[in-house]
């Protein structure tokens, strides 16, 4: 990624606490205390059966370049606490300014299959570094991973067709759209309409006119005459802007003027109406009048229920522009990915587990140095097992349902990878990350391992996720202490 994609992930974007948290553990002088946070989510996106991991290769620019400069340092040296009275000191200050990431980061690659509770980055360094990165860790991560999950969706309807991204002009902003652009390329779109996209991470760019570009002519048929002499080698015509059928019948005239010139018409596109019914119609018009190799484009707030509806209704469209509802991930708000504190290590000792108890089961917390265990049966995956690193299991282990403890599944010396691999170590990237063409076909290759019960859209089947029995245990005991139900001897009441 060039610098100018680095610059859009500043360190000054965070929270607020994350410094003062900083500032504490400075102040504390436990500011160089190891310490392990994960990033994980809690609910499949979408009501779905699976997630797509997106947005690491931003997440390693910005560790990799993260600075405080003369103007941050300035900026927090204005902030005060409720006495009036600056609420870093100065020396504080000074430091940040030399402040320099170290930290080792393993994390899922871009483009696998991901599932709740297990951990798609883990971050070990010193605690004050791990507290600072957490809020934009989270940013790129939850906003990437929703919207490669909902273009894979949307693919996943469009059975194989191509599907275009067509949402910047409605996106979250301009940042928002251009990460928009990126994830939903590796979920499975084939190109974007994304200038900047295209020329930042070498997506596949596409477009044509649009409804204005007809109305600024007296009529249709000389709007795409005018259209095909300027652009021969580009000529797909917006077909609805008057009469959807007679906008199909002008774009072949427009066709045959390009014939005449030794060019071809690529395709239509329909952004209206019945796209079931009116595709049909306009399939038999083009074919009628030996426009058979022309393409049928549709647009106008599709998602993948309404591809898979169409789909349904036999409509004859070869290639689907998605917009709104991917960009913006329609239908659910935010991946709600969390930055957890799993173990700590003093200078010299062991790892100490850590967890953080709630009164909600979902968000109790997983203790321990994490790594994920994929299993592969039959050339499908068979479950994945959430293990503890500084305790690990042997090849034959058991995985137990953290919530159902009766649910358990054997794995007897399977197949097996580990999702996380080191992509930093000492802060300084470990290995290149894979180009964003091998991250989609990473999801691609992901997605046709997946039973096809889990990738359903209504009531998908759920893909066997859980805890090795020895991590069980501990997150059991770790529990019973946290509430006071351990006996003064060690054991549990």
Not at 39 to 55: E, I, M, N, Q
Not at 192 to 197: F, P, Q
Not at 206 to 219: E, L, R
Request: with cysteine; hydrophobic share 40%.
């Amino acid at each position: 990624m060039t610098s100018e994609a680095r610059a859009c992930v500043p360190v000054m974007l965070t929270d607020l606490y994350q410094i003062t948290m900083a500032y504490a553990y400075w102040r504390a002088g436990i500011a160089e205390t190891e310490a392990c946070f994960h990033v994980s989510f809690r609910r499949t996106p979408f009501g779905g059966g699976y997630a797509v991991a997106c947005g690491l290769e931003q997440v390693v620019d910005y560790l990799a370049g993260i600075r405080f400069s003369e103007e941050d340092v300035a900026y927090l040296g204005t902030l005060t606490g409720n006495d009036g009275k600056p609420l870093f000191a100065a020396e504080f200050l000074q430091w940040l300014l030399g402040f320099r990431f170290t930290c080792d980061v393993d994390a899922v690659l871009e483009g696998t299959v991901v599932f709740p509770r297990e951990p798609l980055v883990r971050v070990i360094g010193p605690i004050v570094q791990c507290q600072i990165v957490e809020t934009a860790l989270l940013n790129i991560v939850n906003f990437q991973t929703l919207v490669a999950t909902k273009a894979a969706r949307v693919c996943s309807a469009a059975q194989g067709d191509p599907v275009l991204e067509f949402g910047l002009r409605r996106a979250q902003g301009p940042d928002g759209g251009l990460s928009a652009s990126r994830a939903a390329y590796i979920g499975g779109c084939s190109g974007t309409s994304n200038v900047l996209a295209g020329q930042r991470f070498g997506i596949p760019v596409g477009g044509t006119h649009a409804h204005s570009w007809v109305m600024a002519f007296d009529t249709e048929l000389e709007a795409f005459l005018a259209y095909a002499e300027a652009m021969p080698n580009n000529a797909t015509f917006l077909v609805d802007t008057y009469d959807t059928l007679d906008g199909v019948r002008h774009a072949i005239a427009a066709g045959r003027r390009l014939a005449e010139r030794g060019y071809s018409m690529i395709g239509i596109r329909i952004d209206s109406g019945d796209l079931a019914w009116l595709s049909r119609r306009a399939r038999e018009i083009l074919d009628e009048a030996g426009f058979a190799h022309v393409k049928i484009y549709a647009s106008n707030e599709l998602d993948e229920y309404l591809i898979e509806s169409l789909k349904d209704q036999r409509a004859a469209i070869d290639v689907w522009g998605v917009g709104t509802r991917l960009v913006t991930a329609e239908g659910q708000a935010s991946l709600g990915g969390v930055y957890k504190l799993s173990a700590v290590r003093k200078p010299g000792g062991a790892w100490e587990p850590r967890i953080k108890v709630s009164e909600q089961t979902a968000k109790v917390t997983m203790p321990g140095v994490l790594q994920v265990r994929r299993y592969t049966r039959d050339g499908r995956f068979d479950g994945d097992m959430i293990v503890n690193e500084a305790a690990p299991p042997g090849e034959s282990s058991t995985m137990v349902d953290p919530e159902d403890a009766t649910r358990r599944k054997a794995f007897g010396g399977g197949l097996f990878e580990n999702l996380l691999t080191p992509v930093l170590r000492d802060g300084i990237p470990a290995t290149a990350l894979p180009p964003i063409g091998a991250s989609r076909d990473r999801a691609a290759a992901q997605l046709a391992m997946l039973d096809p019960s889990v990738k359903r859209f209504l009531n998908p089947h759920e893909y066997p996720v859980g805890v090795e029995l020895g991590l069980h245990e501990l997150r059991t005991r770790l529990i019973l202490k946290a509430r006071g139900l351990e006996s003064m001897e060690g054991g549990v009441l």
